[in-house]
């Protein structure tokens, strides 16, 4: 993807289905864009669904720098009807599936599954269907593997699939969250607290996962990566008492070598949006990182 902290910690392979999940106003868009100008994908398929309608020009302008060389984007506003919405986005799964059957490796990335899931509750209660978990009906469940259930690998090329879940008040137990969850391959999930901090992109590495891991990186890699988590637990479990002055120096050794490590990380985790990287320079780096 380009991005340090994904690539090192939440390493994702070919035809991998990951969810972004953030509350509104977190940094999702800039973190797509991101991803977008970073990857390596031969066609890059973007589905802007149920979105205001400035966000559309400025997501290309500013976060794609109008570069649209080798990307389709597939906008259905969030003035458009319901079924729009709906069709945008299988409209943008059938069209990364062509460029798949081709032969290409194609990264699709959807913006956002909660206003696609919106859209068929609209269609769904119309239509008298009873609403059973906060106003959703049965069919939006049914719906969401059938549209992230396409994605993924076949013996012509792969689709390598982004979809951003918004969390209703950073809810990360909302319906449609939970449901994603349980069918996407990898989590990321970007926090307010973060944001707050100044920290880009706020990615907290403690809650986010990538269930294939283990399997496309190397055992040295995935060692780091235990060994960085850990850091990055002790530190957390911890601040609090480092910051009323509890905790002095050379109660704990493990502790005192994760806090002198601390801002190493920071450096490493946090990257500008016009920063780009390859995977051997990031793997390069988090060595460096983890070879204390």
């Given at each position: 993807t380009g991005v340090?902290?994904?690539?090192?910690?939440?390493?994702?392979?070919?035809?991998?289905?990951?969810g972004i999940f953030a509350g509104s106003g977190v940094g999702k868009s800039t973190l797509m864009g991101m991803i977008v100008q970073g990857c390596e994908a031969q066609i890059k398929v973007v589905a802007l669904i149920g979105e205001r309608g400035r966000e559309i020009p400025e997501f290309i302008h500013y976060n794609l720098e109008d570069n649209l060389e080798n990307?389709?984007?597939?906008?259905?506003?969030?003035?458009?009807?319901a079924l729009m919405r709906k069709y945008g986005a299988f409209t943008a799964m059938a069209i990364a599936e062509f460029f798949r059957d081709k032969g290409h490796d194609v990264l699709l990335m959807m913006?956002?599954?909660?206003?696609?899931?919106?859209?068929?509750?609209?269609?769904?209660?119309?239509?008298?269907?009873?609403?059973?978990?906060?106003?959703?009906?049965?069919?939006?469940?049914?719906?969401?593997?059938q549209l992230m259930e396409r994605a993924g690998n076949n013996k012509k090329g792969s689709i390598t699939a982004f979809f951003t879940v918004l969390v209703d008040g950073d809810d990360m137990n909302d319906p449609i969250a939970?449901?994603?969850?349980?069918?996407?391959?990898?989590?990321?999930?970007?926090?307010?607290?973060?944001?707050?901090?100044?920290f880009y992109?706020?990615?907290?590495?403690?809650?986010?996962?990538s269930r294939v891991m283990d399997k496309v990186v190397n055992k040295e890699h995935y060692n780091g990566f235990l060994k960085l988590k850990r850091v990055l637990s002790l530190i957390k479990e911890n601040e609090v008492l480092v910051r009323v002055g509890a905790y002095k120096s050379g109660m704990d050794k493990e502790l005192d070598k994760a806090l002198a490590s601390k801002e190493k990380i920071r450096e490493f985790l946090t990257q500008g949006t016009q920063e780009k990287y390859d995977f051997e320079k990031i793997v390069s780096l988090f060595k460096e990182v983890t070879s204390d």
């Open positions: 340090k902290s994904i690539d090192a910690m939440l390493t994702s392979g070919k035809g991998q289905k990951v990307t389709i984007i597939v906008a259905a506003t969030s003035d458009e009807s913006d956002s599954v909660t206003r696609f899931a919106m859209a068929q509750r609209e269609i769904g209660l119309s239509t008298g269907e009873p609403p059973v978990s906060r106003g959703y009906p049965p069919s939006v469940f049914a719906l969401l593997p939970d449901q994603s969850r349980s069918i996407l391959d990898g989590h990321i999930v970007l926090t307010r607290e973060l944001t707050e901090q100044g992109p706020p990615i907290d590495l403690l809650k986010s996962a």
